[in-house]
């Protein structure tokens, strides 16, 4: 019974953050038309609030189900982003959140999330 809670409970969320994606997402789309592909502090500043509804605040995710991407390498990042966006790398949420954005735009997501502190660092021991 446990099990089948919280498997219904991980489903919600999904279809939740799904949801809250779609409709950040319709609402960053809206400001931007056409061949204008900003990638200035105020499109990521409103780009990155669609991705704290799975990623969590400045790319420390709350949860499992999706990566911590804060303090990840910025090539890394950049390459995830342009597979999800080019269909090389397949998962619905990310290829609907990247699809259509520059690669100026990938690129000023990567740089912001690889400069975030991130808990997955630790520091050397002396």
């Known amino acids: 019974m446990a099990g089948r809670r919280t498997m219904r409970h991980t489903v919600s969320r999904g279809l939740i953050c799904l949801a809250l994606c779609g409709f950040a997402g319709a609402v960053v789309a809206q400001e931007y ?19 704290a509804s799975c990623h969590g605040k400045n790319g420390v995710s709350q949860t499992a189900n999706f990566p911590v991407i ?9 390459h995830s982003l342009k597979a999800y966006r080019d269909g090389d790398r397949k998962n619905a949420i990310m290829g609907g959140q990247v699809q259509g954005m520059s ?4 690129k000023a997501l990567a740089r912001y999330y690889s400069e975030q502190d991130s808990p997955l660092h630790t520091p050397m021991a002396d």
């Open 70 to 78: 804060a303090g990840q390498y910025q090539d890394y990042l950049l």
């Open 103 to 106: 690669d100026a735009q990938l």
């Open 33 to 51: 038309h056409g061949n204008e592909k900003p990638a200035g502090n105020d499109w990521v500043s409103q780009t990155t609030q669609t991705c």
